[in-house]
Nanobody
Framework: QVQLVESGGGLVQPGGSLRFSCVASESIFTIYTMAWYRQAPGKQRELVAIITSDDNTNYASSVKGRFTISRDNVKNTMYLQMNSLKPEDTAVYYC????????????WGQGTQVTVSS
């Protein structure tokens, strides 16, 4: 059972920056696609950014150019650098992992709150 632990959330003013970390309990990044999701109050969980096992990345249009997903395979840690934050970025952010090959095992982190407000 892989465990994912996020950290780095908090309160930030519009235009500010935050960086999330997601630490995996095992060395999985080379065989798992990793992603960040978020869920705002009253809304469905949505994909924010994704990084594949061969380092391809993709972003939701709402965050493209502002957020950067990356990972450190040695530290078993994935990051989400968030710049130019907007109030609409307020949400609980979740780390997600899915095994690239069968069986497509899936894991979620516990979530971390981000509030963008002046």
């Amino acid at each position: 059972q892989v465990q994912l632990v996020e950290s780095g959330g908090g309160l930030v003013q519009p235009g500010g920056s935050l960086r999330f970390s997601c630490v995996a309990s095992e060395s999985i990044f080379t065989i798992y696609t990793m992603a960040w999701y978020r869920q705002a109050p009253g809304k469905q969980r949505e994909l924010v950014a994704i990084i594949t096992s061969d380092d391809n990345t993709n972003y939701a249009s709402s965050v493209k150019g502002r957020f950067t997903i990356s990972r450190d395979n040695v530290k078993n840690t994935m990051y989400l650098q968030m710049n130019s934050l907007k109030p609409e970025d307020t949400a609980v952010y979740y780390c997600h992992a899915i095994r690239s090959l069968p069986p497509h095992l899936k894991y979620w982190g516990q979530g971390t709150q981000v509030t963008v407000s002046s």
